[in-house]
Each structure stands twice: as structure tokens, then as C-alpha cells.
T-cell receptor
């Protein structure tokens, strides 16, 4: 069964450093989501792509976070510079194209620790 | 925007008992309500979902009920087993593919053998 892939699974960095996370959605899924999940809370959307275009990035702290999906397939989320409060799980999800069931399939996540 | 509240935050039940988790939502335009199970260190996985044209849906030991008027929906797990122990998240969406999911804060369920 196809799954969403993410790397790395774990990342430890010092504050003010740059970090990058990678996501490869399920083949054929046009919509890709990046979520941040703080321990004890539900996932919160950071950015949503439809193919290569950003559909919603209203919750993305644009002064330090950036995301791209250049060819409409895999995606990268970057944080520069990282801050202590960025420590969280970063989840990527993807869903079918229009007209199909609205299920989102999640990747295993990247757990970021900022020291 | 949508606001989803989930209760309780933690729940402990004896094996074989039932567990109920409740969520409320604020946006009457929301019409798709999935439930995800997240085991420790693993990805969230969809366990059941319901659309607003249906009041109840059941899949073996899991059922979800929806009250559109009151804007609340609930997850029911019967005959609980230790492997049901996990964090459960509800979500609400406007249902069209690509629409944002608004997640609840999660319920940590522990099934005591």
C-alpha cells in the first residue's frame, strides 16, 4: 500500500540554525498539506498546496518558514532561523484530486527538537 | 474559521467496556467529519468518517454519530481492547477535496487489561 514518505524522522538543531524537511506524497495526490503538531495538541495546518500552487498559507510564519512544491510532487518545508518554540512534530499529508473521497493520508512525521 | 473542541482529553476504560469521545464544531458549513487514531510514535490513520447527510455510521466495533443541529459528533468504541489504546483526533471540514481539516485537541485513550 502506498504511503506518504517524510525525512528525516528526527532532527535536533540549535536555535538560529536552518532546518529542512522533505515530503513525498502518494503518487497521484494533487493536494499536499504541512501540519505542525505540538505535544498534546491536534495537528494545525501550516500550508496547503494544490499541485505546485499554494492554496492556503495563512498560518505559516512567513518571516522564518517557507515551503515549496516546485514540480507539484514532493515538497520541502524550511525553517530559518529555528527558534525554541518550533520544537514539534511536523506532519505531511496528501489527498486525492477533486471528485474523490476527501481522506487525508499522513506521513510518519519529522520530530524537531530545537536546543 | 472553524473551531473544533474535543472531550475528554484523557480517558481510561477497562478492557471490554465502551469508550465515547465527543467533539463539537462551530461552522455549520462543515459537512465531513473524520476520526484519526494515532499510536505512540506513529502517523495518524483514518479509522472512520461521516458526512453530514448521514446521522450514524458503524464499522465493526467503531461507530460515529452526528447531530447537525447541535453541531456535535461522537466516536463510540465498544468491547475495547488494549490495542485500542492511542490518541484519537476528530476533525471537521467542508468536505470538498482539498478543503482544510480542523482538528480537535485529541483524546488519549487507555484500555486497562
Amino acid at each position: 500500500e502506498a504511503e506518504v514518505a517524510q525525512s528525516p524522522r528526527y532532527k535536533i538543531t540549535e536555535k538560529s540554525q536552518a532546518v529542512a524537511f522533505w515530503c513525498d506524497p502518494i503518487s497521484g495526490h494533487a493536494t499536499l498539506y504541512w501540519y505542525r503538531q505540538i505535544l498534546g495538541q491536534g495537528p494545525e495546518l501550516l500550508v496547503q498546496f494544490q499541485d505546485e500552487s499554494v492554496v492556503d498559507d495563512s498560518q505559516l510564519p512567513k518571516d522564518r518558514f517557507s515551503a515549496e512544491r516546485l514540480k507539484g510532487v514532493d515538497s520541502t518545508l524550511k525553517i530559518q532561523p529555528a527558534e525554541l518554540g518550533d520544537s514539534a512534530m511536523y506532519l505531511c499529508a496528501s489527498s486525492f484530486t477533486a471528485g474523490r473521497r476527501n481522506e487525508q493520508f499522513f506521513g510518519p512525521g519529522t520530530r524537531l527538537t530545537v536546543l | 474559521g472553524e473551531n473544533v473542541e474535543q472531550h475528554p482529553s484523557t480517558l481510561s476504560v477497562q478492557e471490554g467496556d465502551s469508550a465515547v469521545i465527543k467533539c463539537t464544531y462551530s461552522d455549520s458549513a462543515s459537512n465531513y467529519f473524520p476520526w484519526y487514531k494515532q499510536e505512540l510514535g506513529k502517523r495518524p490513520q483514518l479509522i472512520i468518517d461521516i458526512r453530514s447527510n448521514v446521522g450514524e455510521k458503524k464499522d465493526q466495533r467503531i461507530a460515529v454519530t452526528l447531530n447537525k443541529t447541535a453541531k456535535h459528533f461522537s466516536l463510540h468504541i465498544t468491547e475495547t481492547q488494549p490495542e485500542d489504546s492511542a490518541v484519537y483526533f476528530c476533525a471537521a471540514s467542508k468536505g470538498m477535496t482539498g478543503n482544510q481539516f480542523y482538528f480537535g485537541t485529541g483524546t488519549s485513550l487507555t484500555v486497562i487489561p
